[in-house]
């Protein structure tokens, strides 16, 4: 049984980018708490309630405008600019190692990646490696808190919730801002 007796509300909110339309969650204090893409939109639904069950909280979406700041910075990402989204606040219900994952996730500059491997060796639990895997599978916040920028140890392209074609052109992307 639930301990509140009101649904927390979230803002759903849709915007059109260059790979596909992007459903974005926030809360009443303008805080990320779920990034997907629209034909994900279930996924994103049921790891909204699993983040909702550890806290004992139902939720109940409306429709509405996205946040200024949080617009700009989206669309400052797909322009090229990726430093912005850095700032959007974000607010998620895991585990305590999920959490470390999803914040050590938010120091992978753009423009870079790093292996599962490294990333646990980051967290300073090596042995780890697919635990963290399966923490960077449950990230709600896809591209705010990156983990489209884990690859394989040997380099090669792994899962990614929006799909391989969108990881790949979300590494070029972040990539062509380096080029000289």
């Not at 992007?22 to 699993?50: K, N, S």
């Not at 910075?73 to 998620?92: E, K, M, Q, R, S």
């Not at 300073?124 to 705010?144: D, E, T």
């Amino acid at each position: 049984m639930r301990q509140h007796l009101f649904p927390e509300i979230l803002f759903h909110h849709q915007l059109e980018t260059p790979i596909g339309t992007m459903l974005v969650i926030t809360d009443q204090q303008e805080r990320m708490r779920a990034l997907d893409w629209h034909e994900y939109e279930d996924r994103m639904h049921r790891l909204l309630w699993l983040h909702g069950k550890k806290e004992k909280r139902d939720f109940e979406l409306q429709t509405a405008s996205l946040p200024t700041t949080i617009h700009k910075a989206l669309d400052a990402y797909f322009a090229g600019d990726f430093v912005p989204v850095n700032d959007i606040p974000v607010y998620t219900a895991g585990t305590v190692f999920q959490q470390a994952v999803w914040q050590a996730l938010r120091t992978i500059p753009a423009g870079t990646t790093l292996s599962y491997s490294a990333l646990a060796q980051k967290l300073g639990q090596p042995k780890a490696v697919r635990a963290v895997g399966s923490a960077n599978g449950a990230n709600p916040i896809g591209i705010v808190i990156p983990c489209h920028r884990v690859i394989g140890m040997d380099g090669s392209m792994t899962g990614y919730g929006g799909g391989l074609e969108r990881k790949r052109w979300l590494l070029a992307h972040e990539a062509t801002s380096f080029s000289p």
